[in-house]
């Protein structure tokens, strides 16, 4: 198993320690490197790593405004010489976090956590389906995406997203308890979203048919969708037409 991975950090001295320490460790393959976000932005589109090893503290932009910018989000791990950021970055459930100057013990624990995601996820993934999608371009269900809000930032892979609800130019995501807005239109999600999966209710609102706990009718001809979080969203008329091909209904 070879996890492709890029070093985005502004100090040279760092990603040439980092790069030698990593040479103990047969299964990642440094594929590039960047010294702040806008390169780093350039190789993550251009090879599509498994791994990043991202600095926080960068000049201009920071670590987090790099991942807010992807649409896809890598399997990340943190380098930082700053320790406040310990939790805010676990609070984005990214896999690991190492202060600088990095110890080899704590990097072959986060080498480790890596491996055995990597192990859970080849034993999860459904290999046809998810590599026609990732050949189109779209978000499979297994992507992670990155959303923040505020001080509070999350990992979130698409299957744990329930729905998405247009206001204004943002989207509000729903997962688990949060509502975090994000700036994108529902239009340009739903580009980018597998349409097995996610169904789009009406004008306002993007719906995960894995979350669908009850169908009824409804004015007009319509539906009425309740989802495992308690949401209620209306399928508009023409919709309804698409929705009930789809579940054979």
Same mark, same amino acid.
């Given at each position: 198993m070879s996890v492709r991975t890029i070093i985005i950090d %502004? !100090?040279?001295l760092a990603r040439n320690e980092l790069k030698k320490l990593l040479q103990d460790? &047969?299964?990642? !393959? =440094? +594929?590039?490197?960047?010294?702040?976000v806008q390169e780093g932005l350039e190789k993550i589109e251009q090879h599509n790593p498994d791994l990043i090893f991202l %600095? +926080?503290?960068m000049p201009g932009k920071t670590g987090f405004d790099l991942l807010e910018e992807l649409e896809r989000a890598p399997k990340v791990i943190f380098t930082t010489a700053y320790d406040e950021f310990a939790l805010k970055a676990f609070e984005v459930n990214a896999l690991d976090y190492l202060l600088k100057p990095v110890e080899p013990k704590r990097l072959s624990d986060a080498i480790q956590k890596i491996k055995q995601e990597e192990s859970h996820s080849s034993n999860h993934s459904n290999g046809s389906s998810n590599g026609t999608a990732a050949r189109e371009g779209l978000l499979t269900e297994e992507d992670q995406v990155f959303v923040k809000d505020g001080e509070r930032c999350w990992f979130?892979?698409?299957n744990e997203i329930r729905l998405f609800e247009s206001v204004g130019n943002y989207a509000k995501v729903f997962f688990g308890p949060n509502k975090p807005? =994000?700036?994108k239109s529902l239009n340009s999600l739903e580009d980018r979203l597998d349409d097995k999966v996610f169904f789009r209710a009406n004008r306002k609102h993007i719906i995960n048919m894995r979350w669908i706990e009850k169908i009824e009718p409804y004015f007009n *001809? *319509?539906?009425l969708l !309740?989802?495992? &979080? &308690?949401?209620k969203i209306e399928v508009s008329r023409r919709q309804t037409?698409?929705?009930?091909? #789809? #579940?054979s209904l």
């Open positions: %502004d !100090e040279r460790f &047969g299964e990642i !393959e =440094i +594929i590039d490197e960047a010294s702040n %600095d +926080i503290q979130v892979k698409l807005l =994000i700036l *001809g *319509g539906l !309740e989802l495992k &979080g &308690g949401e037409v698409k929705f009930k091909e #789809m #579940m």
